[in-house]
């Protein structure tokens, strides 16, 4: 299981007065000291945190891996292709929107063309690309027919889940849109809206392999450090049984 940590809001604190601190390099070199496997950021195009100086200082400094989350278009795309990250991210994206609200609706042709488009282009760059879905089994297979080498499951409706019921629909429809990803032979990410609290059983859902979080780790990070916060955040990854990929392992979920 690999730990990638968003650090899009350590910009946001920069931003709420337009100024240079907190910068989020340091808190990249912080988080990497702290044990992230990995740094992500989202440049957004109306820029309200993260900027093209963050993102191009970022490829440069990162010494574990950049996972750049960017928006499907041409322009956000060519950015992505230039600053050549170890991984981008495609995901959806609304100007109107607090933060991502939903995955990817591979189900409208035309985004389907425009994903296929900006695959296509960032896999010629030889940059490793993942499609951030919601958690339902077509969107996994869609992925797939696409081309990208990764999914990222939306996590976002298990984490809001009110009670165990809601909570354990949304952590099985984790676990099957995962075991059909790693079945397809997509590698199988997972984030959005993970706390201390709620990721031991993300953690542990076996042929997901990797995690990014942020909101939660940066706002405790205001409290403790990022350095802290991170290595907080790992020791409970890590704490839940690791799965290790063996080809044929995959079970099909009930009705697939
Ligand atoms: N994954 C994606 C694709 C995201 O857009 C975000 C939020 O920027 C995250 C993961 C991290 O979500 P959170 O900040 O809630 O941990």
Redesign the pocket.
């Known amino acids: 299981m690999r730990l990638y940590i968003?650090i899009?809001?350590v910009a946001t604190v920069r931003q709420a007065r337009r100024t240079d601190e907190p910068d989020p390099v340091r808190a990249a070199v912080l988080a990497e000291l702290g044990g992230a496997d990995g740094i992500?950021v989202?440049l957004r195009e109306d820029r309200r945190h993260i900027g093209d100086r963050d993102v191009r200082l970022l490829a440069e400094t990162v010494r574990t891996g950049l996972n750049l989350?960017v928006a499907a278009t041409a322009a956000m795309v060519e950015i992505a292709v230039e600053v050549a990250p170890m991984q981008a991210?495609l995901?959806p994206e609304n100007r109107e929107e607090v933060?991502?609200e939903g995955g990817l609706d591979l189900a409208s042709a035309s985004v389907r063309a425009g994903v296929g488009r900006a695959l296509g282009r960032l896999a010629a760059a030889g940059t490793r690309t993942a499609l951030?879905i919601d958690p339902d089994l077509e969107s996994v297979e869609r992925s797939a027919a696409l081309g990208a080498n990764a999914v990222?499951l939306?996590?976002?409706e298990y984490?809001g889940a009110r009670g165990d019921a809601a909570r354990e629909r949304g952590l099985t429809r984790l676990k099957d849109a995962a075991a059909v990803g790693h079945g397809l032979g997509l590698a199988v990410?997972a984030?959005?809206?993970?706390?201390y609290e709620n990721v031991a059983p993300v953690a542990a859902l076996p042929c997901v392999e990797e995690l990014?979080?942020?909101?939660?780790?940066?706002s405790r990070a205001v409290l403790v450090g990022m350095e802290r916060a991170v290595r907080e955040m790992r020791s409970l990854v890590l704490e839940s049984p690791a799965w290790v990929a063996t080809p044929g392992e995959w079970v099909p979920p009930i009705g697939y």
């Open positions: 968003n899009d809001h992500t989202h989350e991210t995901v933060t991502t951030f990222e939306h996590t976002g984490a990410h984030g959005h809206g993970l706390t990014n979080i942020g909101h939660s780790v940066v």
